[in-house]
């Protein structure tokens, strides 16, 4: 009877997969309802419904609201970062200011259409989450804009931007 039982327990990574799927089903569905009701307008019921479990099963996997909001936005912000870093890192070195900003402008776009709830969620409630999960994530993307201000630096050294600012005009 205990070798029987044995044989059917499922094993750790088993397990392990299954939790990471219902991580990722409740983060899906916490994205697509606070895209849709807002921070203030979702509560744990609401996420817990949108992913067909009880919403206690949600404290399994996060300590709180913040904490599953922190990683929506983490994930949000983190997929566009990275899509706009990898499209920069594509082009030549030499390639001119104009071609590395289309290419980042495009890689956010289509980043911000690809995985929608989470990038829409990011726009929508960013202005409402509290101050402590608002700060952890502006320290993330700070990186990316002083490359970035330094690159507009650079251009405007070479006079790239008057071009640019010309075609644009």
């Known amino acids: 009877m205990v070798a029987a039982a044995l ?27 606070f895209r849709a009701k807002g921070y203030a307008g979702t509560t744990l019921n609401d996420i817990a419904a949108a992913a067909g479990m009880q919403a206690g099963s949600i404290y399994y996997h ?3 609201k913040e ?9 949000g912000i983190g997929r566009v970062f990275d899509a706009v870093r990898q499209s920069a890192a594509a082009l030549a070195p030499d390639a001119p200011f104009e071609q590395r900003l289309c290419a980042a402008i495009g890689s956010h776009l289509a980043m911000l259409l690809k995985h929608g709830d989470y990038s829409s969620a990011d726009i ?9 999960v608002r700060r952890v994530h502006l320290e993330h993307p700070a990186d990316v804009f002083t490359a970035a201000a330094i ?16 075609h644009v005009r």
Do not use: N
């Open 124 to 132: 929508r409630i960013f202005g409402m989450v509290p101050d402590p």
């Open 7 to 33: 044989m059917t327990a499922p094993s750790p990574e088993t397990g392990a997969r299954k939790s990471g799927a219902t991580r990722g089903r409740i983060l899906d569905a916490a994205a697509r309802t």
């Open 67 to 75: 904490e599953l909001l922190g990683e929506v936005l983490r994930i």
């Open 62 to 64: 996060f300590a709180s």
């Open 151 to 166: 690159d507009v630096q650079h251009a405007l050294a070479l006079s790239e931007l008057a071009a640019v600012d010309a």
